[in-house]
């Protein structure tokens, strides 16, 4: 129903420009100006035209008002990531402990701590500026587009484009279509059974229906109230932000970026994501280790108390042990590992959008996803064209060509999909004859209908109109009363409604997925077709699909349940079909379930239910959501492949939504995982390497809660054992430092192929027993360097003895944690096949160059250390040796009885 002129007279584009901040009563206002204007008026004010702008046009309005981006898009500034750092809950440890220091005197306390701040928050600083980089540039290989009508020149024709969606501006004509994401605020100006998802912006669970209306001189009369016009709840509005869920419509572009509704809402609340697992597990260990710190500091001081009496140095040591259980370097080390794992992925041809996905997709032990694309090949090609006897027939193939033509060509085209494509190359091979047709009206695919219509009207036959519907075939064979056989047309009998069904069953189960076709005629009508006049339609047949399974499917799957992932398919497809596939793709479909099914059941019965089966046909997209939530609530980590618009809800819902290059643009935003190629395989290596990630950062944990724990019993063993201080505060810090800086390198290190087997997420119970078990074997060996040092100084606390001792211990610590390093980092011992990465080698080196040269260094007297005798070495090896046989034994014992499961540490 188009109905404007080609050129028009221009007024003074109102749009704000680049910069200027809106706010939401201004864009209420604007956007009801716009939807009360007459649509001529409305395009006048924009300087456009039904034919959209010129590429020249264009240009210089993208330059006056900016990309259509959200504002505050852009990388923060290193200084406010740097301020930003320092709210880190370790770090605001850390500067308290500082002042607590510079209240006490202990200044050199003080510049340590300082080190130790400065280094946490400029490597925090640079890592995520790195992975703001490489992020941008994997963002960038994932462009979400739109339809635009651009023209080359004035006087040129407007041509469809895909172009991004930051590349729109006011006045821009925009095709909309099933699939499509709302580039950005639009009033309609032609529509056909448009619906679109503002869930996004108003919560609301349905899609809502739009209307651009027949009149061109002035906006619909619906009854919207004045004062909504600028609302959601104007028909001839669109939003950036929305989908299109079903129909189609042309619009043109009255506000982007910070000028939409979706822009000023961002500015004035913005939106924040909900808490991942990845985010919940690496809270939850944090406060672990601060409520541990904030144990063991009291205790600490209340033994040395009670042993020495309270003073000066009493405080300052329970401040350096607080200084170091505090680990300053975890945030570090977490985005460390996280931004090298989605660099590798990427050269695997997996796009990570979000840095928790990583962990999300190693600990992903359900995958949801539509057969199509993933098990199968995605190339359908025509493998039938039946009439209601199971009889090859040509017309029924001709009809349903003619469905697929007009559906995407005709005014207010429909989502052209794999099916129809295949249906006009076959009708193309075949030479059937296409022309002398005229497209009338579209009814056009909904995920409730399932099925689309069209209405042409042929050459020669003025007053009659034709219907064409084309779906499933429950769908159709609901709209008709006859079917049509060898030119005949008969009653659709109950009994003929059960043989066809069984017919389309016996196809189904031999893969060939159906469709069936009828048609009527009508009288022409002036009023639109709406899907009430889907009725009294004449069955003709079916034409029939094959997607085949990917010979790479079986492989896959087994790659995926090798490494602990169930495979479950959620499609709209016929049962029999789904079951076919899954046995070509090495899937035992069990009991299959239909989407009627779900209906009455509760969710606590149908997380049983989804726990239990492998494959749900004839699934609507709130069906599978629904299932996703299930299995979430059961305790699964879920992810969901999906590449439709059918998929977004699902992807959105599931712990980690993944989706193709190819998606539809609403599944490519909605998916936090992209795969640039449809198989299966690609995915697997992806969780391979999110495991990986989440290996390397669970060692930093293990190894520094077992030094921790360990040297608090050692501390606390001291304090009732020796009239003197173990360590000098200051000692400990600069041991902490040291030790914290050589396994950052943790990050990029090899990881035991056993760690790669099996989901795992963090496990905040299973990583304490692990240390309670481990840690006091450090406290072991401490006590015998104790002994050794306590001999070695003759057993009297003089000034020298006291520094003999003190850097004997820093020394044994620093060789006891080196080796810990490589001790702990994975359940096998070390050897040639089991070694640490190169960067992690070189960190121990560090380690052990500093233990080294430190007491014989120009900072030995400021650190008041004193270089150890000789006969001392041999002893502190002798010491190493003990605690690297004990070490082993018990890490041994450790993993022969600890329980089996997914969050086995």
């Not at 990427?346 to 694309?373: E, F, Q, Y």
């Not at 190359?425 to 047709?437: F, H, T, V």
């Not at 001792?805 to 096998?828: D, Y």
Request: glycine residues 8%; contains cysteine; aromatic residues 6%.
């Amino acid at each position: 129903m188009a109905w404007a002129p080609d050129s028009l007279p221009a007024e003074s584009p109102v749009p704000a420009e680049a910069g200027a901040r809106v706010r939401l009563p201004e864009v209420r206002s604007r956007l009801a100006e716009y939807a009360a204007m007459p649509p001529l008026q409305m395009l006048r004010r924009l300087e456009s035209g039904p034919r959209g702008l010129s590429e020249a046009e264009a240009q210089a309005r993208l330059a006056r008002h900016g990309d259509n981006a959200i504002a505050g898009a852009p990388s923060p500034h290193w200084g406010t990531r740097l301020l930003r750092t320092l709210t880190n809950p370790f770090v605001v440890i850390l500067l308290a402990l500082g002042g607590v220091s510079a209240v006490l005197g202990d200044f050199g306390a003080v510049a340590v701590i300082a080190v130790m701040v400065l280094v946490s928050c400029l490597l925090q600083v640079r890592q995520e500026q790195r992975f703001d980089r490489v992020a941008a540039t994997l963002r960038a290989m994932v462009i979400t587009t739109a339809t635009a009508l651009r023209r080359a020149g004035a006087d040129a024709p407007p041509v469809s484009r895909e172009i991004p969606i930051d590349q729109f501006v006011p006045g821009d004509v925009v095709c909309l279509a099933s699939g499509d994401m709302v580039p950005a605020d639009v009033r309609l100006l032609r529509s056909t059974g448009l619906a679109v998802d503002q869930a996004v912006l108003t919560g609301e669970s349905l899609p809502v229906g739009k209307e651009a209306g027949h009149d061109g001189d002035a906006p619909p009369a619906t009854g919207t109230p004045a004062g909504d016009l600028g609302t959601f709840d104007c028909p001839w509005l669109c939003f950036m932000g929305s989908t299109v869920t079903s129909g189609s419509g042309t619009a043109v572009v009255v506000a982007t970026g910070a000028s939409t509704y979706f822009g000023a809402m961002n500015a004035h609340m913005p939106p924040r994501r909900a808490e991942t697992a990845f985010d919940r597990g690496v809270k939850g260990v944090s406060w672990a280790l601060i409520s541990f710190m904030l144990v063991c500091v009291p205790l600490v001081f209340a033994v040395n108390a009670m042993a020495h009496g309270i003073g000066l140095e009493a405080f300052l040591f329970a401040v350096s042990v607080a200084v170091g259980l505090t680990p300053e370097m975890l945030p570090v080390m977490v985005t460390t590992a996280l931004a090298r794992g989605a660099r590798v992925s990427a050269r695997h041809g997996v796009i990570i959008k979000r840095l928790p996905a990583i962990h999300n997709l190693g600990a992903m032990d359900v995958l949801c996803t539509d057969k199509t694309g993933t098990l199968t090949q995605d190339e359908v090609e025509v493998d039938c064209h039946l009439d209601p006897y199971g009889d090859p027939d040509l017309d029924v193939l001709r009809w349903a060509a003619v469905n697929s033509t007009w559906a995407a060509e005709g005014d207010g085209a429909v989502l052209v999909n794999e099916l129809d494509e295949a249906l006009l190359a076959r009708a193309e091979q075949l030479d059937l004859p296409l022309d002398g047709i005229g497209g009338v009206d579209v009814i056009p695919l909904d995920f409730t209908r399932r099925r689309v219509s069209v209405v042409i009207r042929a050459n020669g036959r003025l007053g009659t109109e034709t219907i064409i519907t084309k779906g499933a075939v429950e769908q159709v064979l609901d709209c008709c009363t006859r079917l049509r056989a060898g030119g005949r047309d008969l009653p659709l009998t109950p009994a003929e409604r059960s043989r066809v069904r069984d017919l389309a069953d016996r196809q189904a189960a031999d893969g060939v997925r159906l469709l069936a076709v009828a048609i009527a005629d009508r009288p022409a009508q002036v009023r639109g077709y709406r899907v009430a006049d889907e009725r009294d339609l004449t069955f003709i047949g079916f034409v029939g699909f094959r997607d085949h399974a990917r010979e790479s499917a079986p492989a896959a799957v087994a790659a995926l349940a090798a490494r602990g992932v169930d495979v479950k398919i959620l499609t709209g497809d016929h049962p029999l079909v789904a079951a076919r596939i899954c046995r070509d793709a090495g899937i035992d479909p069990g009991h299959m379930v239909v989407g009627s099914d779900l209906a009455p059941l509760g969710d606590a019965e149908l997380a049983g239910l989804a726990d239990r089966t492998t494959v749900f046909a004839r699934v609507d997209p709130d069906q599978k959501a629904r299932i996703v939530g299930a299995l979430r609530t059961a305790g699964h980590t879920v992810g969901y492949l999906g590449d439709g618009v059918n998929d977004a809800s699902a992807l959105r819902d599931a712990d980690v939504g993944i989706t193709v290059e190819s998606a539809v643009g609403i599944a490519r935003e909605s998916a936090d995982v992209v795969l640039l190629r449809s198989d299966l395989l690609t995915l697997a290596h992806a969780i391979t390497e999110g495991r990986r990630t989440f290996d390397n950062i669970l060692k930093y944990l293990k190894i520094t809660m077992s030094s921790n724990v360990g040297n608090v019993l050692s501390m606390l063993a001291a304090s009732v054992l020796l009239p003197f201080l173990p360590m000098l505060p200051l000692q400990i810090l600069v041991q902490n430092l040291c030790f914290d800086l050589s396994q950052l390198p943790l990050a990029s290190d090899h990881v035991d192929p056993r760690a790669l087997r099996r989901p795992r997420t963090f496990d905040t119970g299973g990583l304490a027993r692990f240390v309670l078990f481990l840690g006091p074997i450090n406290t072991l060996a401490d006590l015998a360097a104790f002994a050794i040092l306590w001999h070695v100084t003759g057993g009297h606390p003089t000034t020298t003895g006291q520094a003999l001792f003190h850097t004997g211990w820093f020394v044994e610590n620093l060789l006891t944690q080196a080796a810990a390093v490589h001790l702990l980092r994975t359940r096998r011992p070390p050897s040639w096949r089991n070694h640490a990465a190169l960067p992690v080698f070189l960190g121990t080196a560090a380690i052990l160059a500093i233990a080294a040269t430190l007491p014989l260094s120009p900072l030995a007297a400021v650190l008041r250390m004193k270089a150890l005798p000789w006969v001392c070495l041999p002893l502190l090896v002798l010491v190493l040796a003990g605690y690297v046989i004990v070490i082993s034994v018990a890490k041994a014992r450790w993993y022969r009885t600890a329980s089996g499961g997914p969050r086995e540490t």
